[in-house]
């Protein structure tokens, strides 16, 4: 050590007296010491706040299903392709997990209140892309797919254009998907063998399948097996199937007169809900079947309802919302279930076209989050073809957006190269603006939903259209469309 | 020199700010903005948000969808109540009496409070479910009951009934029993010196003086009822169509999904408004 003990307290001396007679360090002595401590912390959180990275808040459910690859399988772990991302971009993305009821009151309420708490947010195509983008709480992502810096994540021509249409809103586009559904049959092939049953190509041929099966399990003393499992539990959840059987016995969303399907034609041709008229043919035929070949408990069913029941073999046919059957599929621990199960093509209805069920999982971002272009990177992280051909290899769920990841290896080995082309004919060809896209949809789809439940429980068709019609006709005149 | 107790005498407001400011902020602003938001148009699909006076109260006691769910919450409410009075009174006059393995006995029936409703209410529908729930698919039909409970509009109400009873009985046992410890051993005492019977001593003793015990519980168990949620959407989600939509699920269901934000308010207040009065008429007709 160099240097004595009296050169180091002559040299301190020295130092404190030229601080002492610097002006700014007199004044810095003037300062009170409370001043100074809040000097001193608000330099703190500067530097803290410059060299902090982005917290982009997402919120989703089907923790440890959805995003294996970036959250593993219990939805709390962060993988290496998800740390290298962070640090890449510098920001820390930050998943919270709930309920599928819970996370939609979520979105909601974080929409509404304009927090901005979360950044990505959950969305479906079933109400809340159409509700929330109206209502100006989406941000739209346009810009960000044109601008070509996202062209490395989102390959526009891979992705079926059903998908993009369904996302979007007069033009904007709000959530890209995760992942998404066509309409479709799946069906118990050993038991169509059994019963010598054909598969349907028409609504008519259908309901003779089903009488079919019906007598056919009936006269084996066949109890715990039905014909058919569909869902019709109040709420939103059966609205995308009713309102399927409705296109496809009206041949044109028959929800308003005229079949208009948009906030202009509504209000153009003052056009009045027509649930008495038209969209009862479909909505009757759904009733009928639900009541006729459905499980005793269907008026309160939902898609897990459907899931399980086909799973534990207790249902020859699951229509038309295929996707829980593969659900069902590959969560089964029967045999029989596993290895002869098969899809078709959706029958078509008296006009001719398909009965539809359509729905993405989308994703979009929150007009409100402070850190759009932020989120707009955690959004292509989420929902890029990478990910989307990781929750294919880890699922093997036949429901990708992209063509690439329906043919890619993982589908093909797993269902054969036709079932697959079937799916993806099904989600492509799809006509997802098979309901109106009016602002009101979400709480329209809520209480179709109800009204299914209500005439599958009670079989009184009348009443329960009764009832939607005069709350409909309500809504759209409070909601200033006739005016 | 002042003393601390003649300074803080001088000071009240000084050492209650700090309890008044946290329940000012935990309770009377949710509730003052509660009833805010009931005077205020705001439809979440609509751009324009504005003060509309009575307007949300009109079109909630208007709507028969309003005056179909207080009906259906009044029988809920009734019928829990007065089936877990019942029960509960059975099980602590029961339970008051020294025998062997009381003590596991009190245990168990307590142990159905300890279970959050949610987890109850899927235990139930679990239960009850008529494709593969042991009541509702093996015992109920076994029984010459093939209808599904949850399924059936009728059934559906009874359902959740059970459900609650099950899971509330406890509470209402519990508050019984402390009163039943609490009545003097002595008057039994004497009214069997009298040469009064069982029955006699229930009717003329521990039922007059059980009362206020027993109107506290229904006034808790009443309060309870009105706001119960969770149960009924986990179970039926109202259904089926509407049989089980009580005033709590339709309140949500109008600012959840319905997205009007006034009019849900409107009828949470008015619910407010309907517990104060149903439960101030019980305490003031029985505890005067």
Known sequence: MGGSVDGTLAHNEFVTKQLHTDPAWKGFRLMSRSLRYLLAIVALAVIALGAAQTRINVISFSQGFAFPDLFGSSGTEKSDRLLAFEKENNIVVNMEWGDESAVRQKVLTDLISGTGRYDVILLGTDGAVQTYGYAGFLEPLNAYLESGDFDAWFDLEDIYPSIIEANTVEGNVYGMSYYAFGPGMVYRTDIFDRYDVEVPTTMVEFEAAMAKLKAGLAADGISDVYPLTMRAGPGEEPSLDVTGFVYAYAGYPAWFEGGAATVEDIKANKAQPDFTGAFRPGFEAFVRLAREYGPPGIATHTWVDMMNLYSQGKAVVLFPSAINAYAGIGSTELAEVRDNSAFAAVPVGPSGKQVQSFWSFSFGINAASRNKDDAMKVLALLTGHDALQAFADMTVWPAAPYASVMRSDTLINRYGEEEVLLNEEAMRDSETHYFPYIPELADFMFQIGTATSQAVSTGDVTRALADLQKWAVETMTAAGYYR | ?288
């Open chain 2, 1 to 288: 020199m002042v003393s601390f107790a003649r300074r803080s005498a001088r000071f009240p407001g000084v050492f209650l700010a700090p309890a008044i400011i946290t329940l000012a902020a935990i309770v009377l602003f949710p509730t003052a903005y509660l009833l805010y938001l009931s005077f205020r148009h705001w439809v979440v699909t609509r751009p324009e948000k504005y003060f509309s006076g009575l307007a949300n109260y009109g079109l909630v006691l208007g709507s028969s969808t309003f005056w179909h769910s207080a009906a259906t919450t009044a029988v809920f409410v009734a019928a829990s109540c007065l089936v877990t009075l019942v029960l509960g009174l059975a099980l602590a006059v029961a339970l008051n009496r020294r025998f062997r393995g009381r003590g596991v006995i009190r245990a168990l029936v307590v142990l159905p409070l300890l279970i959050p409703p949610v987890v109850a209410g899927f235990t139930w529908r679990f239960l009850l479910n008529r494709e593969i729930g042991m009541l509702g698919s093996w015992i109920l039909p076994s029984l010459g009951l093939n209808a599904s409970m949850l399924a059936d509009p009728n059934l559906a109400m009874v359902s959740i009934v059970i459900a609650d009873v099950w899971s509330r009985t406890s509470f209402m046992f519990l508050i019984l029993i402390a009163a039943l410890q609490s009545i003097d051993m002595s008057l039994y005492e004497a009214a069997r010196i009298d040469g009064a019977s069982s029955r006699q001593e229930f009717t003329f003793i521990t039922l007059p003086l059980l009362v206020p015990a027993i109107i506290v519980g229904l006034i808790f168990r009443a309060i309870e009822a009105v706001n119960v949620f969770d149960l009924i959407y986990v179970m039926t989600q109202g259904g089926p169509g509407t049989a089980t939509q009580t005033l709590s699920l339709y309140g949500w269901r109008v600012a959840f999904t319905s997205f009007d934000i006034g009019r849900g308010a409107a009828i949470a207040v008015v619910m407010v408004i309907f517990a104060i009065i149903g439960t101030t008429l019980l305490s003031r007709r029985v505890l005067r």
